[in-house]
């Protein structure tokens, strides 16, 4: 049909009324889904700041307050259970369906290790970065008086969580093994239901491989049966993003409406050391990955993803947004099944290069704040603690503290500073941990792309291509 004329029908006074309502409603439908991800999440900044000021410093909030709270809340909660829903049997599916069709030990065992390699690569490129940030900005160097105020605003509220996570990571060094101990689940049932994502991803890795080892009448029924149940679940995970928008909006709302920004203004130079880092790696080092290793447009991928990072920004965990980065990365970016089903799953667990970086740049930050002398061998370990505590981080919001306790352990931090040090982060965690997650996804996907590149696919990004 032609392109629809707007003036003309404005013209006719007929028309008029009843084409404009239409035209936007078409036009709404027709939005890419990015746009209306990002559109809600405007929204909510914008009602959340406003709610968050019209009540500053009142100590009972009005009613309404509450209301929009719950209601948004509720709203945030359905979608995000939804998401979780489907990860344990989109993980379980996908690496099995993924493993059977890599076929053969030869690419199973190249595909893991260019895997293992870019993973080690980003890594370590993150946190170099990160480190490289918190000496040069020094956000710990602060007067004595904002000391004063950093150590006031630690807020009580956040005490009872923080002496459990001590309590579980006070064995240091040996709390990093812990780690990898959960890679090997007594009870598989239990590793779903607790949401260790490590453990699902090894034995399907061993099931995936021992299948594809099966006598061919055996193979092929299991091989039927994995395909049509992991297709089922990719439908209904497209059917649960078709609600991010509303998912986002409910979600990021209540989060501003509480948390407000002007917190900003003690942990400025905190916040802005992490971001810089992060927005480094996310803006310069994965695009020169993209660019010189799988050479393809990093502007193209960032479009191709916007839909997974804005989601996962909003739910800060890369495990929730693990639905969005397959569809992403399989559909809008053209990956193929083989490397998506095989990378992503495990990045979404094992590679986090936003929380390695994060996770460097806070212990640093809290030895330059306390007056910890910390030398360059001490920082060196940090770096490898840093790298090996975000393999087994979950990929669940503020997962990373708990690391961060096992690394101020390690190094020998007082116990004392070590819970005032993860009160005054845990001040402003939310935001820098939606910040760091995009940033987590962001390197899964880069990572997917290099891999499918390597292994000589062409045609990505064809929904930018045909535009
Ligand atoms: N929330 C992060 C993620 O899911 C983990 C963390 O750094 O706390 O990727």
Known sequence: SPPCDFRSHCREPRLAHITLPRLI?????????????????????????????????????????????????????????????????????????????????????????????????????????????VNLLQPGEVDPDLRATMLAQESAA??????????????????????????????????????????????????????????????????RFWESFNGAILAITKFIIGFAPFGVFGLVTPTIMTTGTELFGVMGQFAATVLLGLAIHAFVILPLFLKFVAREKPLKHFHAMSPALLTAFSTASSSATLPLTMECVQKRAGVSRKVTSFTLPLGATVNMDGTALFECVVVVFLAQLFGIEMGLVTQFSVVLMALLTSIGVAGIPSASLVAIIVILNAVGFPEASIATGIGIVYVVDRILDMTRTAVNVFGDSCAAVVIGKSEGETDYYPETNTN
Request: charged share 15%; glycine share 10%.
């Open 25 to 133: 409603s078409i036009d709404m439908k027709n939005l890419a889904l990015h746009w209306k991800i990002l559109i809600a999440l405007v929204l909510a900044f914008a009602l959340g700041i406003t709610a968050n000021s019209l009540t500053e410093g009142i100590e009972s909030k009005p009613a309404w307050f509450d209301n929009l709270e719950y209601g948004t809340r509720f709203l945030g909660t359905l979608f995000l259970n939804a998401l979780k829903m489907v990860v344990v049997p989109l993980v379980t599916t996908s690496i099995i369906c993924g493993i059977i069709n890599v076929g053969g030990e030869k690419d199973f065992g190249r595909l893991g290790r260019k895997t293992l390699a870019f993973y080690a690569a980003s890594g370590f490129f993150a946190v170099v970065t990160g480190l490289l940030c």
């Open 158 to 223: 956040h005490q009872e969580k923080i002496a459990g996570a001590l309590e579980n990571a006070s064995g240091g060094f040996r709390s990093v093994l812990e780690i990898f101990q959960r890679m090997i689940p007594s009870n598989l049932f239990i590793a779903a239901a607790e949401g260790q994502l490590l453990g699902l991803i090894f034995f399907s890795l061993l099931l995936g491989f021992f299948i594809s080892k099966l006598p061919e009448n055996h193979r092929e029924s299991q091989t």
